[in-house]
């Protein structure tokens, strides 16, 4: 098996690393066209398994406040809005964004949905799961990623869906990495202040996570994206950053009004 697989980990190793947003060196080697497709896959599975909300009010303040954040990475995205009372959110390859309803009604404002869709946003536009799965691909050849997506009640597809940061979904649990998680919360921070949403709610918005989940079980979200005392700790560090590009904003006229 390892002298089939050393031709194609020395031609992944020559060919397969590229820069993230925050300059960090990554191993990506699978077509983004079909990391999409996977990502397109599981949004379809999710939209047919899950009620779609009539929530008008929801509805309207999750597309006003993920609209403004895309329009600053560009390229056409979809916003659902399920319903769904656990308090989670996520975004696919492919341009998906899924909200909860639940995470509608735990935020205290649009600040804090904004720095939810843009850390979920910041994990697709570093490519975390195609990291993650060029990894798995690298280590177990021939496994069949792609299409073990279509069949998520199966290990396998459960695994290919946990590459994807929506494993969570379908009953397993494949945290993104510290390394992933921080790099996220970069990219999200500054995507919000860049769209004209003040980035300090975002360390509420954690704090206000951490509270609600204290004494019970971690909250979906929270286990799917693991926080630490660090993370906090990061984002202080990054926010005379963040507040730098939220007063450019704010000079240009983008004054999001999502509530």
């Known amino acids: ?21 925050t300059g960090r060196s990554q191993f990506v080697f699978m077509p983004e066209a079909q990391i999409d497709q996977m990502g397109l896959q599981a949004f379809n599975n999710l939209k047919k398994q899950k009620p779609v909300s009539k929530n008008g009010k929801y509805n309207q303040e999750a597309h006003c406040i ?11 995205w979809e916003v659902v809005v399920f319903e769904d009372k656990s308090p989670n ?13 639940g995470m509608l009604a735990l935020v205290d404002n649009q600040e804090q949905l904004a720095a939810v869709i843009g850390h979920e946003v910041g994990h697709v536009l570093a490519k975390h799961s195609n990291e993650r799965a060029s990894q798995e691909m690298a280590v177990n050849e021939g496994m069949s990623i792609i299409q073990a997506v279509s069949a998520p009640q199966t290990a396998l597809g459960q695994t290919a869906l946990g590459l994807l940061g929506v494993g969570a979904q379908y009953g397993i649990l494949m ?5 992933h998680e921080s790099e996220a919360d970069m990219i999200g921070v500054d995507l919000m202040a860049r769209a004209g949403f003040d980035p300090e709610q975002s360390i509420g918005l954690w704090q206000k996570m951490e509270q609600a989940s204290q004494g019970k ?12 005392a660090t993370r906090i700790q990061d984002l202080e560090r990054h926010m005379p950053h963040a507040l730098s590009l939220y007063q450019q904003a704010k000079a240009a006229g983008k004054q999001p009004h999502c509530n």
Do not use: D, W
């Open 1 to 21: 098996m390892f002298k089939k697989l050393f031709p194609v980990l020395i031609i992944c190793l020559l060919s397969a690393c590229v820069t993230s947003p």
């Open 66 to 76: 993920a609209n403004a954040i895309t329009k600053i990475t560009g390229g056409n």
């Open 89 to 101: 959110a996520f975004a696919l390859p492919g341009n998906k964004i899924g909200i909860h309803t």
């Open 175 to 179: 945290p993104y990495s510290r390394v």
């Open 217 to 228: 079980q971690p909250l979906e979200f929270m286990s799917t994206h693991p926080s630490h």
